[in-house]
């Protein structure tokens, strides 16, 4: 038949693309269909991330980012070689405020130690010998592993690699509904052996569609950059902040591009809609008041601090607010240089509703006909071919 496949994912960002690419390596004859609602791939966060590369230092032993974290930096640090894509090996430097933070720092250390990332301790006048315009507190983490990409050129290069093997595409078409493996779409009906769902935003609505993932819902978070638009500051590497590890949010850092541009952010700011990008773009009336019943029953809770963050992260829509953020860093940095946003992107972080907090690992639900990846944010882009791997060996059995 002519819309008959073997896989049939829904989704072209990072994670659908990898999938796909794994397939092929174990199942070369595999014929696979990806469906995706935009008019490219990598069009949500996928083509919207900050491009680092993460060195695994963030993530508790036992989770599902930290087995792959460093595994994959490695592996697309070589596809990236291979297909001669811009890399900035610039490294990393986390840097401590106070007395709290550095304690923090260590447990950063001791985390990344257990996971095998290469990273060390230094101090302060080591750290300033490396950056000598940062402000840190008696020490410093360095991450010589972190780097960054583009991460646009990594999808539009895997896309090809796909379409050379086979891999059939079809832009601006949504999935709408199945009845049993017959899957309607807002163009055409096609069946596929299985359905792997890799849809970001809307996964968890998908999934609810096949009985998966009842226990969950998508919350979205807005991400904003602002780009450094005057000379650039004189800084060789990524600065973060100690992050607060009870959520998964890093905090507004400095991020080196793959072609040596300054950028500060991101925003963890909660958006009204999946798609709130801007304005009233994208905007589903129904979608918004469900979200924000969601959200105000979480700010009225304060559950996982949400009140906190809200109020926190509203306050970075100023963009001196967020500048004199990353200032504390770097004290000398002029605020008034980080005057252009780039383009905001959507964290679909996925929450519990049973617990009331956000789930901090890669989430899959699923049987032997679909497979659904949930929750697949931050370090998802980095992670993702093994990432890939995984879901093929332990829910694909290619």
């Given at each position: 038949m002519k819309n008959s496949y073997d896989f049939l994912i829904v989704g072209a960002g990072i994670v659908g693309l990898s999938i796909?690419?794994?397939?092929?390596?174990h199942r070369p004859e595999a014929k696979i269909l990806i469906i995706e609602k935009e008019s490219h791939e990598a069009f949500h966060a996928s083509g919207?991330?900050?491009?680092?590369?993460?060195?695994?230092?963030?993530?508790?032993?036992?989770?599902?980012?930290?087995?792959?974290?460093?595994?994959?930096?490695?592996?697309?640090?070589?596809?990236?070689?291979?297909?001669?894509?811009?890399?900035?090996?610039?490294?990393?430097?986390?840097?401590?405020?106070?007395?709290?933070?550095l304690e923090t720092l260590h447990e950063l250390e001791r985390r990344g130690h257990q996971n095998g990332s290469n990273i060390r301790l230094l101090s302060e006048a080591e750290a300033k010998e490396m950056e000598p315009h940062i402000r840190t507190y008696q020490k410093a983490l360095f991450s010589p592993e972190t780097s960054s990409v583009n991460p646009k050129e990594v999808c539009q290069s895997i896309k090809r690699d796909l379409e050379a093997q086979?891999?059939?595409?079809?832009?601006?078409?949504?999935?709408?509904?199945?009845?049993?493996?017959?899957?309607?779409?807002?163009?055409e009906d096609m069946t596929a052996k299985t359905f792997i769902n890799c849809g970001g935003l809307y996964a968890?609505?998908?999934?609810?569609?096949?009985?998966?993932?009842?226990?969950?819902r998508i919350l979205p978070f807005k991400g904003i950059y602002?780009?450094?638009?005057?000379?650039?500051?004189?800084?060789?590497?990524?600065?973060?902040?100690?992050?607060?590890?009870?959520?998964?949010?890093?905090?507004?850092?400095f991020t080196i591009t793959a072609d040596g541009h300054i950028k500060i952010g991101?925003?963890?700011?909660?958006?009204?809609?999946?798609?709130?990008?801007?304005?009233?773009?994208?905007?589903?009336?129904?979608?918004?008041?469900?979200?924000?019943?969601l959200e105000g029953k979480l700010f009225a809770s304060n559950s996982f601090g949400f009140r906190d963050l809200a109020f926190e992260e509203m306050r970075k829509y100023n963009k001196k607010y967020m500048a004199r953020l990353a200032q504390a860093m770097i004290p000398d940095v002029d605020?008034?240089?980080?005057?252009?946003?780039?383009?905001?992107?959507?964290?679909?972080q996925l929450l519990d509703l049973k617990t009331g907090k956000l789930?901090?690992?890669?989430?899959?639900?699923?049987?032997?006909?679909?497979?659904h990846v949930l929750n697949a944010v931050s370090p998802a882009f980095t992670c993702a071919f093994p990432f890939a791997e995984y879901v093929v060996e332990n829910y694909l059995k290619p």
């Open positions: 796909a690419r794994s397939l092929k390596m919207r991330n900050s491009g680092v590369l993460h060195a695994g230092f963030y993530y508790t032993k036992d989770s599902l980012k930290a087995k792959f974290c460093i595994a994959g930096n490695r592996a697309m640090k070589e596809y990236c070689r291979n297909k001669n894509i811009k890399l900035n090996n610039c490294g990393k430097l986390v840097v401590a405020m106070n007395e709290a933070e086979g891999v059939e595409f079809r832009f601006e078409t949504e999935y709408r509904g199945h009845k049993e493996d017959v899957f309607q779409t807002n163009r968890d609505k998908i999934a609810h569609d096949f009985g998966f993932g009842k226990n969950y602002l780009k450094y638009s005057k000379h650039e500051p004189h800084i060789r590497h990524h600065i973060y902040p100690v992050p607060n590890i009870n959520n998964p949010f890093l905090g507004v850092h991101p925003t963890a700011i909660p958006a009204f809609w999946r798609e709130n990008y801007g304005g009233l773009s994208r905007l589903k009336i129904g979608e918004m008041f469900k979200i924000l019943w605020i008034n240089g980080f005057n252009e946003h780039t383009a905001p992107g959507i964290r679909a789930v901090s690992d890669f989430a899959i639900e699923g049987d032997a006909k679909t497979v």
